[in-house]
């Protein structure tokens, strides 16, 4: 009787100090939210375990808790990822301007590859890949079901080699099919021309770590091929899908003079960053129009936001793609790295991007621009009249050309956005002076 009395007792005792425990357990968690999550980490092993005992196929530890370690990542943002050591090279030698594939910057949304824009001279840009398009089927795969890496590393392959698109665009009735051939991709960061004298226009396709130097080597050809100065310039980031935090802040720099740039906020201290403008803006304060569309996205819209904040530039196109959101590369000891989302970006005058968008101080639709047929006689004018009167200032025969009404022969032919971004920057110059 005596041992069962002390059996009891001590079970009783037990249950007490177990309860205590959990108790204790239960409020330190409470007070120190970085204590592991002991349950969830129990439900984890015994999913693990059930996993690699019941599985149909045999599956290796380190491939499945590095399924785990991309799940993990995958549910928190579209921009998160786990990079396995081929990935992380990848990454490394696209910030630098030369890569294989396809040409296009994608996302994962609703299940499916979004693109987010198609890279300028690239196989996917010339065969009419279009930002905003949905990528279903890779050749005979679905893209339902696959991660962005999977999908990745599908379009991927041989250079020369092809890979058939089936593409979901919007205003489109049926599934489009594009036949794309696969390349070394060699993307030239900044391009520049000159569109009429005095008048620069510089496109950026992806902010490399490169791009703040090439930019300003741009500018200086330009003004080289115009006498020393530029009247205005268009700075073209349509389609530019981001790229390199610190390029955009140089891109930004090259057109200000003082004052903030950009700032970062984030959990940890080391995500709370602030760039700041320095003095020796380019162009000297001349009349400068970016360009913007769906497509500009990240870093695009760090440049176009900081401008528009400083009124340093009139932003005309359609509205941003939205990402407002910054990604550190933490390198792993395993040679692989975690690209994680550590801070949102905010612009100069205290707006977040993310999901909103740089909003156009000017909207433009995207419409096909033709030049109207040659009439068949010149249009009759008051100098073409018998005996009409002169103008008392000498001869009027030798009259400079009409060209008024006509569209020059250059590349904003067919290009509505820039032909009017071109036409508004003659206009502005002419009220600076």
Known sequence: M???????????????LGVSLTIGQSVFADRNPNALPLEELRSFTEVFANIKN???????????????????????????AYLDSDAYKELQVGTSGEFGGLGIEVSLEDGFVKVVAPIDDTPAERAGVKAGDLIIRLDDTPVKGLTLREAVNIMRGKPGSDILLTIVRDGVDRPLKITITRAIIQVKSVKSRTL??????VRITQFQSHTGPNL?????????ENGGKLNGMI??????????????VEVSDTFLEKGLIVYT???????????????NDMLKSAPLIVLINSGSASASEIVAGALQDHKRAVIMGSKSFGKGSVQTILPMNNGAALKLTTARYYTPAGRSIQ?????PDIPLDRINLTAANEPEFEPVSEADLAGHLDNGQGNTENRPEQTEGKVEQHSVDNDYQLYEALNLLKGLYILTQ
Request: no cysteine; glycine share 10%; charged share 25%.
């Open 235 to 248: 700075l073209d980031l349509r389609n530019n899908p981001g790229g390199v935090l610190q390029a955009a």
């Open 196 to 201: 009429e004298p005095g008048f620069g226009y």
């Open 355 to 359: 999901a909103e968008g740089i909003v």
């Open 2 to 16: 005596l041992s069962k009395t002390r059996n009891t007792l001590i079970l009783l005792t037990g249950l007490v």
């Open 216 to 224: 300003k080597e741009a500018i200086s050809n330009l003004k080289k």
């Open 265 to 279: 906020e984030g959990r940890i201290d080391d995500s709370a960053l602030k760039f700041k403008a320095t003095p």
């Open 54 to 80: 019941s599985y149909v196929e045999d599956v290796t530890d380190k491939e499945l808790l590095e399924n785990a370690i991309r799940g993990m990542l995958s549910g928190l943002d579209p921009h998160s």
